[in-house]
């Protein structure tokens, strides 16, 4: 599986921008995908996942209520919504899938193949 993450770029406070990763490949294989972002000189965290087959979701305290996860199977894409952008959430979002069943999904470790990430700056 391939995956390839795109639309990112600057927003001010406040605005909204649209995610995408589109996944190429074995796609029916994915068991999760999940968004991940990292800021300068902070580590690798989670940011929301949603389960392929049945779209249950899972979001990280800091995005609940203002970023939503979704998927469009037939396109083998995946979007991350985000709305009321902070300038907190600039960071590189790198978009990642599980291949097969894993004990968690909050930790980067516990993902198998990742997109190259793609930038979004918030601006104050």
């Known amino acids: 599986v391939l995956l390839q993450a795109y639309g990112g770029g600057l927003a001010q406070a406040g605005c909204s921008l649209r995610l995408s990763c589109a996944a190429s490949?074995?796609?029916?294989?994915?068991?999760?995908m999940g968004w991940f972002r990292q800021a300068p000189g902070k580590e690798r965290e989670f940011v929301a996942a949603?389960?392929?087959?049945?779209?249950?979701?899972y979001y990280a305290n800091s995005v609940k209520g203002r970023f939503t996860i979704s998927r469009d199977s037939a396109k083998n894409t995946m979007y991350l919504q985000m709305n009321s952008l902070k300038p907190e959430d600039t960071a590189v979002y790198y978009c990642?899938?599980?291949?097969?069943?894993?004990?968690?999904?909050?930790?980067?470790?516990?993902?198998?193949?990742w997109g190259q990430g793609t930038l979004v700056t918030v601006s104050s």
């Open positions: 990642a899938n599980q291949l097969r069943l894993r004990r968690e999904i909050y930790a980067p470790s516990e993902y198998d193949v």
């Open positions: 490949g074995r796609t029916f294989s994915s068991l999760v």
């Open positions: 949603i389960n392929w087959s049945g779209g249950t979701t």
